[in-house]
């Protein structure tokens, strides 16, 4: 590109690559702060105030590549991740392996010191390029735009491999890193943007399936990310379904209920011959002793991450997708073991309140009234709250689960029901799980159709549920950009005072108790309320069912809900 008089190199590239990520299907873009990064700051801003992009401003870093996260998530396109040097990279790091693992496009432009300023112990600066390891599939150091200009068509060449290595067209999606050298003057006035044309690229086309065929005594498990796929084939080829809570596949009326007790048991998952497996299943013991049991033919239908799952490396085969031509198995033994399975399975969920006997209607409305009372009285457990939760969640809603026991309470619990559930199972990590959910419903709230061609908009809300030290690990999340929109989300915090998830631990009945709660359970007794009210949020608590119902009432405002438990 000729110099222009007065114009700024770093500005001007900045403003070119920031435009062909536009044209190629960027609409939302996270930045944080930062001196060599500010030629990139203000092309964005630039870019926003013209309508063409959604732009979040985020002090932390490691708050941003979350709510990248959550945003790309949602939308399914590659989101943009914009930091300065040294540290701001790494901080990058927690959400890069979990965008890795679970195939989540992002695009990182990480700025960066020029060639003659790195290894001399220059402020602010290290080894950038490489940082991520092989997290990220896909790496470019972009040399500094100098005073006599670029080659116009170099932003177009290399924003087109970003985005194309981001969003999965020749592999699997996930995270990539550009890396941009600027000199100063490191940025200067925006003078004008670039026309902008829509470049539409294809989707991902998938390499190689798995055509199924009956075959006896099979099962459909279907992990994080298997998609309503895992509920289509099981029902397809009529198999039983095993589909932990943030499968997206937990529906549907081959779906197995309590499904941990089937597979311990020989009857039942003793006599499994066959699985076939989407997703990334991580929530149970009973499943990886099932793939790995000598007998059981295993099929792998990959996540789109980056490793199928795959324990005791005992698949037979690994595959895209699946399919499977024709109707159910109709044979007797077929649906005999179909329905033994379902059967099974409803009659070993945990057990609810029996009736009560038929009485005299004034006897009865007596009863009523006091059974209401009662039930409005009632204590929160786990389990009540896992289940209130599920219950007043809409197909219009989002439901975000923290690493903590409630998310397997919740997969040991709850009923099928078709709603969007998203968990940050990549590496299962408590960090980020605000950041990840804010993420998802700024994007689910933002008015349109969403990737799979579904009404979305302003109806929805979005519940995050989550342990106490998983909100107070990624805090930093409740703090917005000045001036942005806030979505409707709540934070529902199950507050047991630490982790208590070690004490279903094998470690419970071995260490000390008070080695226990000093290194493992870490209490903590922080004032959730005020943190609520620094961050400018709603802050309600509940103690009993009925005061459950009310405090998760939806509402406009971003609200946590504390609820006590005990430990």
């Given at each position: 590109m000729p110099e222009r008089p007065g114009a700024n190199p770093a500005t001007e590239f900045a403003v070119a690559i920031l435009g062909e990520l536009i044209r190629r299907g960027v609409r939302d873009v996270v930045l944080c702060p930062g001196s060599r990064s500010q030629a990139l700051a203000l092309a964005a801003a630039a870019f926003e105030q013209a309508g063409l992009i959604r732009l979040r401003v985020r002090i932390d870093e490691r708050v941003a590549g979350f709510l990248a996260l959550g945003l790309a998530v949602e939308t399914r396109t590659p989101v943009l991740v914009i930091t300065t040097s040294g540290?701001?990279?790494?901080?990058?790091?927690?959400?890069?392996?979990?965008?890795?693992?679970?195939?989540?496009?992002?695009?990182?432009?990480?700025?960066?010191?020029?060639?003659?300023?790195?290894?001399?112990?220059?402020?602010?600066?290290?080894?950038?390029?490489?940082?991520?390891?092989?997290?990220?599939?896909?790496v470019r150091d972009v040399e500094a735009p100098s005073h006599t200009g670029f080659d116009p068509d170099y932003p177009g060449e290399v924003a087109h491999e970003a985005y194309s290595?981001?969003?999965?067209?020749?592999?699997?999606?996930?995270?990539?890193?550009?890396?941009?050298?600027?000199?100063?003057?490191?940025?200067g006035p925006v003078a004008r943007l670039p026309q902008l044309d829509e470049h539409q690229w294809p989707e991902r086309t998938l390499r190689r399936g798995l055509e199924v065929e009956h075959a006896p005594n099979t099962v459909v498990i279907a992990g994080h990310g298997a998609g309503p796929q895992a509920e289509a084939l099981a029902r397809s080829i009529g198999v039983p379904l095993i589909a932990e809570v943030s499968s997206g596949s937990r529906f549907g009326p081959n779906l197995v209920g309590s499904y941990r007790d089937l597979l311990s048991d020989p009857e039942f998952g003793g006599r499994v011959e066959r699985a076939i497996v989407f997703g990334h299943p991580t929530l149970s013991r009973e499943v990886p002793a099932l793939l790995e049991r000598d007998g059981v033919t295993v099929q792998v239908i990959r996540a789109p991450g980056a490793e199928p799952y795959n324990p005791g490396r005992r698949a037979s085969s690994v595959h895209d997708f699946a399919t499977h031509e024709g109707g159910p198995d109709e044979s007797l033994g077929a649906r005999r073991w179909l329905g033994t399975w379902v059967q099974a399975g409803r009659e070993r969920l945990p057990e609810r309140a029996a009736q009560p006997?038929?009485?005299?209607?004034?006897?009865r409305a007596g009863d009523f009234a006091r059974e209401q009372l009662a039930a409005f009285r009632e204590p929160i457990t786990r389990r009540l709250l896992v289940e209130t939760v599920w219950r007043l969640t809409w197909p219009h809603d989002r439901l975000v689960l923290g690493a903590s026991r409630l998310i397997r309470v919740a997969d040991a619990e709850v009923q099928g029901k078709k709603i969007s559930v998203h968990a940050n199972r990549g590496l299962a990590g408590?960090?980020?799980?605000?950041?990840?959910?804010?993420?998802?419903a700024l994007a689910s709230q933002e008015p349109g159709l969403d990737s799979g061609g579904a009404s979305r908009g302003t109806l929805g809300l979005t519940r995050v549920l989550l342990?106490?030290?998983a909100v107070l690990h990624d805090a930093g999340a409740l703090l917005f950009g000045l001036g942005e929109v806030r979505p409707r989300i709540q934070v529902v915090v199950g507050n047991d005072g630490g982790g208590t998830i070690f004490d279903g631990l094998e470690v419970a009945s071995t260490a000390p108790r008070d080695a226990l709660d000093r290194v493992?359970?870490?209490?903590?007794?922080?004032?959730?309320?005020?943190?609520?009210?620094a961050y400018g949020w709603e802050y309600r608590t509940a103690t009993s069912r009925g005061e459950l119902d009310v405090a998760l009432a939806a509402s406009d405002s971003p609200t946590i809900v504390e609820v006590p438990l005990v430990r």
């Amino acid at each position: 590109m000729p110099e222009r008089p007065g114009a700024n190199p770093a500005t001007e590239f900045a403003v070119a690559i920031l435009g062909e990520l536009i044209r190629r299907g960027v609409r939302d873009v996270v930045l944080c702060p930062g001196s060599r990064s500010q030629a990139l700051a203000l092309a964005a801003a630039a870019f926003e105030q013209a309508g063409l992009i959604r732009l979040r401003v985020r002090i932390d870093e490691r708050v941003a590549g979350f709510l990248a996260l959550g945003l790309a998530v949602e939308t399914r396109t590659p989101v943009l991740v914009i930091t300065t040097s040294g540290t701001a990279v790494a901080n990058l790091h927690p959400a890069v392996l979990e965008a890795h693992h679970s195939g989540v496009p992002l695009i990182l432009f990480t700025a960066d010191r020029p060639l003659e300023l790195r290894g001399i112990g220059s402020n602010q600066t290290t080894e950038q390029v490489g940082i991520f390891g092989p997290a990220v599939t896909w790496v470019r150091d972009v040399e500094a735009p100098s005073h006599t200009g670029f080659d116009p068509d170099y932003p177009g060449e290399v924003a087109h491999e970003a985005y194309s290595a981001a969003a999965g067209h020749s592999s699997t999606p996930g995270p990539v890193q550009l890396n941009l050298a600027f000199r100063e003057p490191l940025s200067g006035p925006v003078a004008r943007l670039p026309q902008l044309d829509e470049h539409q690229w294809p989707e991902r086309t998938l390499r190689r399936g798995l055509e199924v065929e009956h075959a006896p005594n099979t099962v459909v498990i279907a992990g994080h990310g298997a998609g309503p796929q895992a509920e289509a084939l099981a029902r397809s080829i009529g198999v039983p379904l095993i589909a932990e809570v943030s499968s997206g596949s937990r529906f549907g009326p081959n779906l197995v209920g309590s499904y941990r007790d089937l597979l311990s048991d020989p009857e039942f998952g003793g006599r499994v011959e066959r699985a076939i497996v989407f997703g990334h299943p991580t929530l149970s013991r009973e499943v990886p002793a099932l793939l790995e049991r000598d007998g059981v033919t295993v099929q792998v239908i990959r996540a789109p991450g980056a490793e199928p799952y795959n324990p005791g490396r005992r698949a037979s085969s690994v595959h895209d997708f699946a399919t499977h031509e024709g109707g159910p198995d109709e044979s007797l033994g077929a649906r005999r073991w179909l329905g033994t399975w379902v059967q099974a399975g409803r009659e070993r969920l945990p057990e609810r309140a029996a009736q009560p006997e038929p009485a005299a209607a004034e006897e009865r409305a007596g009863d009523f009234a006091r059974e209401q009372l009662a039930a409005f009285r009632e204590p929160i457990t786990r389990r009540l709250l896992v289940e209130t939760v599920w219950r007043l969640t809409w197909p219009h809603d989002r439901l975000v689960l923290g690493a903590s026991r409630l998310i397997r309470v919740a997969d040991a619990e709850v009923q099928g029901k078709k709603i969007s559930v998203h968990a940050n199972r990549g590496l299962a990590g408590i960090d980020g799980t605000v950041s990840t959910g804010l993420g998802i419903a700024l994007a689910s709230q933002e008015p349109g159709l969403d990737s799979g061609g579904a009404s979305r908009g302003t109806l929805g809300l979005t519940r995050v549920l989550l342990g106490d030290l998983a909100v107070l690990h990624d805090a930093g999340a409740l703090l917005f950009g000045l001036g942005e929109v806030r979505p409707r989300i709540q934070v529902v915090v199950g507050n047991d005072g630490g982790g208590t998830i070690f004490d279903g631990l094998e470690v419970a009945s071995t260490a000390p108790r008070d080695a226990l709660d000093r290194v493992l359970y870490t209490p903590q007794s922080v004032d959730l309320r005020a943190l609520a009210a620094a961050y400018g949020w709603e802050y309600r608590t509940a103690t009993s069912r009925g005061e459950l119902d009310v405090a998760l009432a939806a509402s406009d405002s971003p609200t946590i809900v504390e609820v006590p438990l005990v430990r």
